[in-house]
């Protein structure tokens, strides 16, 4: 039983059909399926999860992307998916894997106020923060920080898909500004792009622990759903580059939860942009 389901004695299926009408979840890529029960079976092993990794190049690709510039310190480069079990751990792994994988599975909306090129963007240059802060000062965190950041938002170009007449106009409307759209859905749907994405997650029986991060990345929305802190620290970024404002922002929250003063905050900053 998913965490939302114990929580919430909810059946995620028909929650999201019921704020979504006749809504059908997309399939996730079929070696990231194979690949998360490999990671999940004891008695595989490493070789087993990097030889089925290999059976979907763009997936390796990004995968063996996101590992190698989490690891820009390291003289040698990680060139075998078998190699990044090893390095990653099986749990921090499977946060990847299924964060690229969902990226796959995402349609394009195609609608006003939504571009799909940007919208992926502005979220892996938000995750690839959330993991940098994480590595400073929670590094047991980072892989969870990337995918839960990286999947904060994932239902916005579902629901633009499927609720054409209800979700577009809200897209319409903010502009851009996206740091008010999960009000506006609220006010205008009763529930927000959160919640909704936190049951596509229990959906795909994710763990529990991009469930909580996608569910709440916002706001509280239950105490036993508890998201790492540079997930939430970095939720608020919904621009390809962070202005003045943005840096000022990241500043007093990164004092406010981990202390950091603003010319540590600085130093990480030009770490994580000129790496």
Known sequence: MGILKRLFKRDPKAQL????????????????????????DDNSSNRDIGECLKRDAGLTMRLL??????????????????QAVGLL????????????????ALPNPKATGYSQEQFWEIATQRAALAETISRHVKPAEA????????????????????????????LAEVDGN?????????????WDHGDFGGLMCESWQFPDEIT????????????????????????????PSLGPEDLARLE????????????????????????
């Open 17 to 40: 059909a019921k704020m979504a009408g006749d809504f059908k979840l997309p399939s996730l890529p079929k070696v990231a399926m194979e690949v998360r029960a490999l990671l999940r």
């Open 65 to 82: 992307q996101s590992v190698n510039s989490a690891a820009a310190a390291r003289t040698r480069r990680i060139s075998d998916p078998s």
């Open 89 to 104: 751990g099986r749990a921090n792994l499977e946060y990847l894997v299924l964060a690229h994988a969902t990226r796959d």
């Open 143 to 170: 892989g969870i920080s990337y995918a839960g950041s990286l999947l904060q938002d994932m239902a916005i170009p579902i629901l633009a898909k499927v609720m054409r007449k209800e979700y577009r106009p809200l």
């Open 178 to 190: 996206w740091g008010v759209l999960d009000e506006l859905e609220r006010e205008t749907l009763g």
């Open 212 to 239: 909580a991060a996608v569910t709440s990345h916002h706001r509280d929305v239950h105490e036993e759903l508890p998201v790492p802190d540079a997930v939430r620290v970095v939720a608020f970024i919904q621009s």
């Open 252 to 275: 007093e929250d990164l004092d406010q939860t981990f202390g950091m003063s603003p010319t540590d905050t600085r130093k990480l900053l030009d770490l994580h942009f000129a790496a």
